[in-house]
């Protein structure tokens, strides 16, 4: 069955250092992965996806996220925060055959200080 | 944001009463699905539908009903209210079924059941 992880509930930067959110999933089949952000009382918006084409994703707002079969892992990052980046991030796996059942990940919760 | 509309936004109601939640979107799309959000488990799928009349149960069904009756409504059923399912509702939309999909989420409904 696919799974998937987010290492880190809560993760606190500073404006203008890099953030690093951890995602780790599980599946039996080629996955395809999706990152999604969720500002306060809004829906969730996608902020990339991976599907089998290139390693490394590019998604908007400078976000960017790298798949590693071998590590089963797709972390995502920004190299500078944004006090707009504050918000709930939710990584997501959709396994064939199941197509578009989606399995989410428990969220983290991103803080900016100024 | 994509053309989505929930109804209503906040709602309080007693356990054992059954509540209907709406969903309408102008998109067109094939796909409709209902969620629920919950602190800590991310997004489980209610109840999915791929075309008027074709519905399909998700992780966490029981207790919920799902019509589609035309094109743009989805419709959630609580058949008779329980705490459990204080929550907070989603509607989301896709184009087409497969793992390259992205989803369309509404502004949610929170649900709160005394």
């Known amino acids: 069955a696919q799974s998937v992880t987010q290492l880190d509930s809560h993760v606190s930067v500073s404006e203008g250092t890099p953030v690093l959110l951890r995602c780790n999933y599980s599946?039996?089949?080629?996955?395809?992965l999706f990152w999604y952000v969720q500002h306060p009382n809004k829906g969730l918006q996608l902020l990339l996806k991976?599907?089998?084409?290139?390693?490394l994703v590019k998604g908007i707002n400078g976000f960017e996220a790298e798949f590693k079969k071998s590590e089963t892992s797709f972390h995502l990052t920004k190299p500078s925060a944004h006090m707009s980046d504050a918000a709930e991030y939710f990584c997501v796996v959709s396994v064939s055959p199941a197509g578009n059942k989606l399995t989410f990940g428990g969220g983290t919760r991103v803080l900016v200080k100024p | 944001d994509a053309g989505i509309t929930q109804s209503p936004r906040h709602k309080v109601t007693e356990t054992g009463t059954p509540v209907t939640l709406r969903c309408h979107q102008t998109?067109?799309?094939?796909?409709m699905y209902w969620y629920r959000q919950d602190p800590g488990h991310g997004l489980r799928l209610i109840h999915y539908s791929y075309g008027v009349k074709d519905t399909d149960k998700g992780e966490v069904s029981d207790g919920y009903s799902v019509s589609r009756s035309k094109t743009e409504d989805f419709l959630l059923t609580l058949e008779s209210a329980t705490s459990s399912q204080t929550s907070v509702y989603f509607c989301?939309?896709?184009?087409?079924?497969?793992?390259?999909?992205?989803?369309?989420f509404g502004n949610g409904t929170r649900l709160t059941v005394t």
């Open positions: 599946s039996s089949y080629s996955p395809s």
């Open positions: 989301a939309i896709s184009s087409d079924r497969g793992n390259n999909s992205p989803l369309h």
């Open positions: 998109e067109n799309h094939r796909y």
């Open positions: 991976y599907t089998s084409a290139a390693t």
